[in-house]
């Protein structure tokens, strides 16, 4: 009987071993775990935290860093803080929204002025005073619109991070904007030069690049 108590008390004193070393690995377990998955929300808070202080993009075109930039003019009424970014953020979309729908406008307009353009050119009397005063109505108006058009672009806010750094209709679409914005001082000097023919070039240059910088940003 001796015997038998004795096996069932080492039996026990082993289960209880046994129970002690399982409840410690379980802990250690546990802990390192536990002190990981901190670590790893750790970094990830971190990471969280280096992404939302940068609220301005790391290249800027002139405009946007004169008016917008860390120090920029409209700092004092537009503060550089994330709920101040987040409101330039729709300007932004409502400037590019009327950016196209001007342009769309301005092309249309320098179709109208094209056409009354290649009949000046055989025109006389007073048919040529007549359409001489449509071709510089339009002129002003394309003037206008073409320089609003440019206002909304290049005045907007900047986005969060620039993604056009490979070839895109983005991209594609600003390589344009300096052809045509070219060609619309070249056309508006030579249209006082008196020199038809460059003036015609000009003006044809600038409505091909432009038209192709709306179809680019639009398709």
Do not use: C
Not at 194 to 199: D, I, W
């Amino acid at each position: 009987m001796e015997i038998f108590f004795v096996f069932i008390h080492e039996n026990l004193l082993l289960k209880a071993n046994n129970m002690r070393s399982l409840v410690l690995l379980l802990f250690l377990s546990f802990f390192f775990a536990s002190t990981y998955g901190q670590d790893d929300l750790l970094k990830d808070v971190m990471k969280t935290q280096d992404s939302t202080v940068e609220l301005l993009p790391k290249k800027m075109i002139l405009t946007q860093r004169i008016f917008w930039g860390e120090h920029g003019l409209m700092r004092p009424i537009l503060p550089l803080t994330q709920a101040k970014r987040e409101k330039e953020l729709k300007l932004r979309r409502g400037m590019l929204i009327a950016h196209q729908i001007l342009g769309f406008a301005t092309l249309g307009t320098m179709i109208g002025q094209g056409i009354v353009g290649s009949k000046l050119y055989n025109a006389t009397g007073q048919n040529y005073r007549n359409l001489k005063d449509i071709h510089e109505g339009l002129a002003t108006t394309v003037n206008i619109t073409y320089s609003t058009t440019a206002f909304m672009s290049l005045f907007a806010p900047p986005p969060l991070i620039n993604r056009d750094k490979k070839l895109s209709s983005i991209r594609l679409h600003k390589w344009l904007a300096i052809v045509h914005m070219s060609g619309m001082i070249a056309t508006n000097l030579l249209a006082e030069s008196g020199n038809r023919r460059l003036h015609r070039a000009a003006a044809y240059t600038t409505f091909a690049s432009f038209g192709a910088a709306v179809i680019a940003i639009k398709f």
